[in-house]
């Protein structure tokens, strides 16, 4: 472990507080008060107190050491949206083990790779992933399987490895340990731009200042019902959602994943007042009946109050973090106007830099390369696990995180988002944000989504590409679909940004929380 310890007499905003203290103290002072509401698609909403499901962590944690899981060692949770993993987290860090959330929409080389990079002793998973599990992870002593995939009826029989239910003990029996605020707590796998996923280490301070800093960011309270059904194997739904409801005694209602369909109702039923989402569940959430009793003060997302989604009635405020980050290093304001299509102003908690490419500070209306500062283990995270040189070569000598996204600087101090440093193109030495060709194509008419990527060119060395969902599929593309856009891109581009091809599908490859996979669509053009 790379985790410096704080020097003597530094006092931490944790000190002597890690996550179960965080769970009992709520289970304690909030016991009866709906902590979270499973709300699966096809049967009725199931309300765990903030008592019972720290009972039920408690009986988990104590089965866990049962089996052999000891702190230190890494369990790898392979679950889409449900309350086992939610359990399953909370119970590994109690016990001082260490949780791998991994995005199940994986293939199965990268699930070799996840568990034999972190070295997990033990897997828990669902039916669904069950084989890839057990076919790719294969150095795990055991793997255990819930009875059901989320949202879904209980499966017939546990396909391979033993039932979730089989790893409750007695919560009389749950693991005591020493508090330590810089033990490591969580491990996620985020994509670089290196040809493997890099492990971010979170410490239990990390963990603990994702919940307080994002509660505060969002103006939450103990009063509110925090909607959540972006994937929990992720830094948004994990802390954003779950950790900051924690924090502050709210109520979060899980659902199984996204449904434009069912969104509403749901909302309408549990009173929702507050949800992170992102621009592809609100585009599908337009094509729904909005109703006008629905009880949302705030929603957060990518950019605040975006002029397309304001027919919800609701203020949206934008965000930009990572999940290096933990929670948002830059903002926007709860309380005031924002500057539409910003991502914010940079966070009181952090010291954000945007410089060119020579290191010089950019002026207002000029895009530069953002950088952050904050304290690892605390308010950036610990680490990358097993990977010394990753770490080190992801900060600079004055001790600032490169992202390796491009922002612009607006008036009063407003950022504006611009590009992955990996997206942007190079079109005859010219400087081309994707991002800048997909907002002129997504308002023409027809558009449901547009991706501008990379193709190699003899002479310009790179040239836009554009790939797009229109409304009702390719099939149901207006003939003149594609004369539009390019009348649309001449107008409002310079000629040496304006697509040289287009290409109509009906989906598009995926990443976590919907983003469209850019890699495979760059293997797609060639």
């Not at 002072?29 to 096809?42: E, G, K, N, Q, S």
């Not at 104590?62 to 369990?75: D, F, T």
């Amino acid at each position: 472990m790379a985790i410096q310890q704080t020097a003597a007499g530094i006092v931490g905003p944790f000190d002597g507080l890690d996550v179960p203290w965080l769970l009992k103290m709520r289970a304690e002072v909030r016991r009866d008060h709906p902590f979270l509401i499973w709300a699966p698609f096809d049967a009725p909403a199931r309300h765990w107190s903030y008592g019972e499901f720290h009972e039920r962590v408690g009986a988990l944690a104590a089965g866990l050491a049962r089996r052999g899981v000891k702190p230190g060692e890494y369990v790898l949770i392979h679950l889409d949206n449900c309350i086992e993993a939610l359990l399953a987290w909370f119970a590994c860090v109690e016990l001082g083990a260490i949780a791998v959330t991994t995005n199940t929409r994986s293939a199965p080389a990268e699930m070799e790779y996840f568990a034999d990079h972190c070295g997990a002793v033990a897997a828990i998973t669902q039916p669904a992933y069950a084989e890839i599990v057990a076919q790719n992870c294969r150095n795990v002593s055991w793997m255990a399987v819930t009875s059901h995939d989320a949202g879904a009826a209980p499966a017939q029989a546990v396909a391979r490895g033993d039932s979730f239910e089989s790893l409750f003990a007695d919560s009389a029996d749950r693991p005591r340990r020493t508090t330590d605020p810089l033990a490591p707590c969580s491990v996620q796998y985020t994509s670089g731009t290196t040809s493997r996923p890099k492990a971010v280490l979170w410490t239990h301070a990390n963990a603990l200042w994702g919940a307080k800093i994002n509660a505060a960011h969002e103006d939450l309270h103990a009063s509110d019902v925090h909607q959540t059904y972006l994937p929990l194997f992720h830094t948004n739904a994990l802390a954003y959602s779950m950790l900051a409801t924690l924090w502050v005694g709210g109520s979060c209602v899980i659902q199984p994943r996204f449904s434009a369909s069912r969104f509403w109702g749901v909302a309408r039923e549990h009173g929702s007042t507050w949800t992170s989402t992102i621009p592809f569940c609100m585009k599908a959430l337009l094509e729904q009946e909005i109703p006008k009793d629905h009880k949302f003060r705030l929603w957060g997302t990518a950019v605040n109050e975006p002029p397309p989604f304001a027919a919800f009635g609701v203020k949206i405020i934008g965000w930009w973090g990572m999940t290096e980050t933990i929670t948002h290093g830059i903002i926007g304001e709860v309380d005031q106007p924002n500057i539409p299509m910003s991502i914010g102003r940079a966070a009181g908690e952090y010291q954000i830099r945007i410089t060119d490419d020579d290191g010089r500070p950019t002026a207002v209306g000029d895009t530069g390369n953002l950088a952050i500062k904050g304290i690892p283990g605390l308010s950036l995270f610990a680490e990358y696990l097993h990977n010394e040189k990753a770490t080190r070569e992801s900060f600079d000598e004055h001790g600032f995180f490169l992202t390796g996204d491009r922002v612009e600087r607006l008036t009063n101090g407003f950022i504006k988002f611009g590009d992955r440093a990996k997206d942007m193109l190079k079109v005859g030495g010219e400087n081309v944000a994707a991002s800048e060709i997909e907002q002129v194509i997504a308002v023409v008419a027809g558009v449901r989504e547009a991706a501008v990527v990379a193709k190699k060119h003899p002479m310009l060395d790179e040239v836009p590409v554009v790939f797009i969902i229109p409304h009702g599929g390719v099939a149901g593309a207006p003939p003149d679909l594609q004369d539009r856009v390019m009348a649309a891109c001449r107008k409002g581009l310079a000629d040496f940004k304006v697509p040289r091809e287009i290409r109509l599908v009906d989906d598009m490859p995926r990443s976590t929380l919907e983003k469209v996979a850019k890699a495979e669509l760059r293997k797609m053009v060639g």
